[in-house]
């Protein structure tokens, strides 16, 4: 399984971001897929994470800007932040989130794609 | 929000040497859940243990992740050249949070 994000490299501040990440050599059904930031020199943050049965979950700091969905047709999915500002800036990355078969609690993330630079700046 | 806070923040190793990285939770993890990862400047992170002790596919045994409760420690024995990189553990036993990272240098 390999994931590959694209999208913009920059987007206006108070505009849309707007991310696609497309698996290959797997299916996108049956499986939770996430995304995940790195703002530039520092540390990793949770976006979210999306499945097809419509499952969804987000970062309680960002829930009310964020929307993610998956396209099985073409196996990919998506991620739209809004409202973005300076401090959205960074890598985004998507990956897939592992299940644990002993909290059967969604875990950790593997693999990963190898981000994509976003920059708001006006 | 669980808390994680990594120690030390900077390790300078040679070859051959150990190192323990440590990692704290501010709530009890307590079906271990909790994850390391390794980012070398440039890349992706790299899952390489689950569950805070299950090595992940193609992780050789040089790597070993242990702890309960609140207190996880990742063990690297033989350090090699490309064993550099930040060390991030990643909990996931209440939304999913990441530690600030361990730098770990190689001699």
């Known amino acids: 399984v390999q994931l590959r994000e694209s999208g913009p490299g920059v987007v206006k501040p108070s505009e849309t971001l707007s991310l696609t990440c497309t698996l290959s050599?797997?299916?996108?059904?049956?499986?939770?897929w996430s995304w995940v930031r790195q703002a530039p020199g520092k540390g990793l943050e949770w976006i979210g994470y999306?499945?097809?049965?419509?499952?969804?979950n987000y970062n309680p700091s960002l829930k009310s800007r964020v929307v993610m969905f998956l396209a099985t047709s073409r196996n990919e999915f998506s991620l739209r932040l809004t409202s973005v500002t300076a401090a959205d800036t960074g890598i985004y990355y998507c990956?897939?989130?592992?299940?644990?078969?002993?909290?059967?609690?969604?875990?950790?993330?593997?693999?990963w794609g190898p981000g994509t630079l976003v920059i708001v700046s006006s | 929000d669980i808390v994680l806070t990594q120690s030390p923040g900077t390790l300078s190793l040679s070859p051959g040497e150990s190192a323990t990285l440590s990692c704290r939770a501010t709530?009890?993890?307590?079906?271990?859940?909790l994850a390391w990862y390794r980012q070398r400047p440039g890349q992706a992170p790299r899952l390489l243990i689950y569950?805070?002790?299950n090595r992940a596919t193609g992780i050789p045994d040089r790597f070993s992740g242990s702890g309960s409760g609140t207190d996880f420690t990742l063990s690297l024995s033989r350090l090699e050249p490309e064993d550099y990189g930040v060390y991030y553990c990643?909990?996931?036993?209440?939304?999913?949070?990441f530690g600030q990272g361990t730098k770990l240098e190689i001699k």
């Open positions: 990956a897939k989130v592992g299940l644990s078969t002993v909290s059967l609690n969604l875990g950790w993330f593997d693999p």
């Open positions: 050599g797997g299916s996108i059904s049956n499986h939770f």
């Open positions: 999306v499945h097809n049965s419509g499952n969804s």
């Open positions: 709530q009890s993890l307590n079906n271990k859940q």
């Open positions: 569950d805070a002790s």
């Open positions: 990643q909990q996931y036993g209440d939304s999913y949070t």
